[in-house]
């Protein structure tokens, strides 16, 4: 079957629906399909609390019907192929749907396989993901009483990068709530080099690492493998830019609960009871820790069948993510094309709320092309925003744009100190937050 609209929207997530409605309020008369299969809108953020056990998951989910705009047409469908130069779209029954303009917004998928072992171990062992299953890590946490928590992320792209630590220090204040601290010892291995690019967010939280949780942290440490069973998860040692010191940071407590090995020539070797042991390790060592709970980030990117499409970067490091304008946020290859959301290759941190300040960007391009002019409105600065949650009542709202540099919104600014975590930026992010989100962002509502 062959049909054609005016525009059609690939993937109802959060882009989709917040871009079709904005559009849809702008110009009433437009031709809207979504493309979206599932039958349930997640409203992902909040899947950090239903981790640690603060929100149920029920809470998180509506049916998609709830959030298409009443004025698109919704099809219910997999996409399985773009041909850009027919303007066409194939789907996953065969149907072909034609288009003047086309918006993607088909986020990101984990990909298990990325990683040795993953597969095999994801919701078992105590491996648990927020990204897959937050409920199993409520599960896990609670059933965590000894040994070491591992907390993780790839060396691969990923939605919300904080979303790894959020639930670290949540699990770290769980563990004080229950008296578990001292039979427990939670680790951060990230194969980043800092704990967060921007300041004074990065001061705040290296004082919550350091100071208030006592975390020992492993940068430069890239997850190769996970021994489920074993309960074993194995990193090399990423090169180390020069006159470093501070890869493994706060570890006096390595020696006397977090051993983990060397791993040379198929051999282990126990690391010394030394402080400073750890820091000696070189570019390239094998790596292994050894956890009782394990919650990592699985590396993600876009379904195999878009990475195939003219849309996507072939080569470089946005390999398989779509090309746009880091500004206009067109197609870097067609211009009735335009894309927004986790897959695209936009430098900034892929979240929700970077693409609450993306979509005015695409409505108001996507109509000046459908008006015979040029796509020149550059209205997106790479704004993204991480509320980091770092406690069961305190949250850290880190906003950025584009090179890492702070991006407070002024208003709130006046009334809080945003460099600080508080209680009222909790209230933000566990009531205030969802509810803007079901109620604003989804209906097109611009801010
Ligand atoms: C644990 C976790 C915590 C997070 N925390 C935060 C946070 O605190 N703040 C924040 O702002 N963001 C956060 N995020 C990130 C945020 O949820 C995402 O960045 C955002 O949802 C991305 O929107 P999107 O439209 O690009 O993709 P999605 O919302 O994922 O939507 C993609 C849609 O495309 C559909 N789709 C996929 N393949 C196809 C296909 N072949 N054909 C048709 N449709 C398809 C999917 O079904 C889906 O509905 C978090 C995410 C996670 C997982």
Redesign the pocket.
Known sequence: MKSKHQIVV?????????IAAQLLRTRKNLDVAI????ET????????LV?AGLMKMSATLKP?KKVMPKKAKWIK????SIDPDENLVT??NGDQIGYEYLVV?????NDLDAIEGLKETMGKNGVC???VD?KYTWEVMQNFKSGVGLFTQPAAPI??P??PQ??MYLTADYLRRNNREKDTQVVFATPGTVIFGTEPFKTELKRYVNEVYNIPQRYGYKLVKIDGEKKEAHYVRLPLPDNRTDYVVNDERNAAGCIGYVWEDGQQYVVEEENNHINELKEGTHYVIKFDMMHL?PPQSP?A??KKTKLANQEGPNKGFMAVDDHTLQSRFYDNVFG?????DLPTA???????KQAPTVVENLLKVMDGKAADYEGYNGY????LVVSHNKMLLAEFKYGNVRASDPLLSRFFNLGHASWPMWIL?RYG?PFLYWNAMLKGFKF
């Open positions: 690939l993937g109802g997530g959060t882009g989709g629906i917040m493309i979206e299969p599932s809108h997640a409203y992902q953020p909040a899947w950090t981790g998609e469908e997999y996409v399985a789907l996953k917004t088909i986020g990101i998928k993901s927020n990204y937050p939605k919300c904080g979303a959020k639930i980030a379904g069948w878009f927004a959301g986790d897959v695209t892929r979240t929700g709320a970077a693409i609450r993204s925003s991480c509320p992010k937050l």
